[in-house]
């Protein structure tokens, strides 16, 4: 797919007015749009499309712009796409020269670029805005050097994973793709599953935990009849695992894993389209298990950019992350950081150096009077991840798969720091907009020049 650059043209349609002639050019999107690096992006993406082969892709402008819009506004693929037909600013945003009445992309193309740039694709669009937030000084060049540190968790869109659901879902996976590729199964076990699965529920919120259960084992017999029937019946190809092979493995792990799991067994299953999610207890009162998968946030210190957000797989120490969170900061931004402020979860992170520096909540050794206001606005970085998960999409990731979770915490860091690069432009925008209407009304108001009679001489 060959690459299609931005283009303007310089000759004016007669039947069409431009962009700019018909949008206030005070907009905070318009001027956003000035400040975010465009060629950067075009020669950083354009080398993953080929030239002179296929039919040409989008510009590189739009599909980045679509990406920011969407994790700016927390909306859907679908939803900005549609959004994006009825907003002019929107659409000067994303590099159109007139407007435009038809859908620029389909939505699915939206998932098809994401995977293109990938993990470090999302990194460099976390820079540019970075770029921006220097730019518009909603962020100053001297905070990169002191930084917050935390982890949360990107909850995955899966639902609560008891093992009645799993096992049924399993069983309806299977059925519908055994029928896909014209497989003849004995039995589906549509109807009876079903009601089984509607009993445990009804029993277990009885508190009838016997008869739960003995649903459940139903449910694991059904599943069970299902696989070693598709197992007898399907023509398997042992050089490439097919889709129908990778379910199976998941059915099976699901079929035969344990309600109490050892250290002996491997890592439990919670999703059967979604089987690298992990359960993280985070000692919530209100939320006991999280299922998802842990990242950690990196944000300056005194103005709460989000210069990192690195999706952590594994379920790992907190300690033992800082290292890694630390370095994608230093990729983003270029800078290394010189102080970092964590909370007592990262003792034992080992990153100490004569360069850097790290300060844990509760530390009274060598700590100065500077260092312990850092320490007390290392709780900023809590409403970070707050607006993260509210205003974002980092409460319920959809991407698909690891590389899904790394690029969606990415992408929000990026839309966090949007908004409040935005809202910098519309506070300065209205402040200005103050000032030049009032200089306006007293540079246009009409002066009336009132004759002065001449003086009487007696």
Same mark, same amino acid.
């Given at each position: 797919m060959a690459l299609r650059a931005t283009t303007h043209t310089a000759d004016s349609d007669l039947f069409r007015q431009e962009l700019a002639n018909i949008i206030n050019l005070r907009h905070p999107l318009v001027q956003l749009s000035q400040k975010i690096d465009w060629q950067s992006c075009e020669s950083r993406f354009g080398g993953l499309y080929a030239t002179g082969v296929g039919r040409p892709g989008h510009p590189i402008r739009l599909m980045v712009g679509l990406q920011l819009l969407k994790h700016t506004c927390n909306v859907s693929d679908e939803e900005v796409v549609a959004t994006w037909v009825e907003n002019p600013y929107w659409q000067y945003f994303c590099g159109e020269q007139y407007f435009r009445h038809e859908l620029p992309i389909d939505p699915s193309?939206?998932?098809?670029?994401?995977k293109r740039i990938g993990e470090a694709g999302c990194e460099f669009i976390l820079s540019l805005t970075l770029s921006a937030g220097l730019a518009t000084k909603t962020v100053a060049k001297s905070s990169l050097a002191v930084v917050n540190v935390d982890t949360t968790v990107q909850d995955k869109a899966?639902?609560?994973?008891?093992?009645?659901?799993? =096992?049924?879902?399993?069983?309806?996976? &299977?059925?519908? %793709?055994? $029928?896909?590729?014209?497989?003849? %199964?004995? $039995?589906? *076990?549509?109807?009876?599953?079903?009601?089984?699965?509607?009993?445990?529920?009804? *029993?277990a919120h009885a508190r009838q935990i016997n008869r739960a259960n003995a649903q459940t084992r139903k449910l694991r017999t059904y599943l069970g009849r299902i696989i070693r029937d598709i197992e007898r019946k399907r023509t398997?190809?042992?050089?490439?695992?097919?889709?129908?092979?990778?379910? %199976?493995?998941?059915a099976t792990r699901i079929h035969t894993q344990p309600r109490k799991r050892s250290e002996a067994d491997p890592p439990k299953l919670y999703s059967v389209h979604a089987p690298e999610v992990e359960c993280i207890a985070k000692g919530k009162a209100h939320k006991q298990y999280e299922f998802g998968v842990k990242v950690g946030i990196v944000s300056t210190s005194r103005e709460s950019?989000?210069?990192?957000?690195?999706?952590?797989?594994?379920n790992p120490y907190d300690g033992h992350t800082l290292q890694a969170c630390i370095e994608q900061a230093?990729?983003?931004?270029?800078? #290394?950081?010189?102080?970092? *402020?964590?909370?007592? @979860? *990262?003792? @034992?992170?080992?990153?100490?150096?004569?360069?850097?520096?790290?300060?844990?909540? @509760?530390?009274?050794?060598?700590?100065?009077?500077?260092?312990?206001?850092?320490?007390?606005?290392?709780? #900023?970085?809590e409403p970070v991840i707050g607006h993260l998960k509210s205003d974002g999409r980092l409460a319920r990731n959809f991407l698909k798969g690891i590389e899904g979770d790394a690029m969606n915490a990415l992408l929000c860091g990026a839309g966090y720091n949007l908004r409040k690069i935005l809202r910098k432009l519309r506070l300065f925008c209205a402040l200005c907009g103050v000032t030049v209407r009032q200089f306006l009304? =007293? =540079? &246009?108001?009409?002066?009336? %020049?009132?004759?002065?009679?001449?003086?009487?001489i007696q």
């Open positions: 193309l939206m998932t098809g670029f994401r899966v639902t609560f994973p008891t093992d009645a659901r799993l =096992l049924h879902k399993a069983r309806i996976a &299977l059925v519908r %793709l055994a $029928q896909r590729q014209g497989i003849a %199964l004995r $039995q589906s *076990y549509e109807r009876i599953g079903r009601a089984a699965f509607v009993r445990s529920r009804r *029993y398997a190809d042992e050089s490439t695992p097919s889709r129908m092979t990778k379910l %199976l493995q998941v950019f989000v210069l990192a957000a690195k999706s952590l797989p594994g230093n990729r983003v931004t270029c800078v #290394a950081p010189k102080e970092a *402020y964590a909370d007592r @979860g *990262y003792k @034992g992170h080992g990153c100490n150096t004569d360069s850097f520096k790290v300060w844990i909540s @509760g530390s009274k050794r060598g700590v100065t009077p500077a260092i312990e206001r850092k320490l007390k606005r290392r709780n #900023a970085v009304v =007293l =540079l &246009l108001t009409p002066v009336t %020049l009132v004759p002065i009679a001449a003086p009487q």
